[in-house]
């Protein structure tokens, strides 16, 4: 199953975008996806999931859904 990305909010008010699995903050080139504001959060979640970003903590095969599950799914 591919990676599911979400955001939250820190007690300062910024956003932090982690992997709805294992719930860690997602690192991009060595760097925490946190203290974002909402938009930048958003975005980072669209580049994410479109590939355009790469988690440098998740298994690539988390990322891409491989291997399929036993349905083929």
Do not use: C, F, H
């Not at 996806?33 to 355009?52: T, V």
């Amino acid at each position: 199953m591919p990676t599911t990305y979400n955001k939250r909010r820190d007690s300062d008010g910024l956003w932090e975008v982690y992997d709805g699995e294992s719930e860690e903050a997602v690192v991009v080139d060595g760097m925490p996806l946190s203290g974002l504001d909402e938009i930048e959060a958003d975005e980072a979640i669209r580049k994410l999931r479109r590939g355009e970003l790469t988690s440098d903590n998740i298994p690539p095969t988390a990322q891409s859904g491989w291997p399929p599950t036993k349905d083929g799914i």
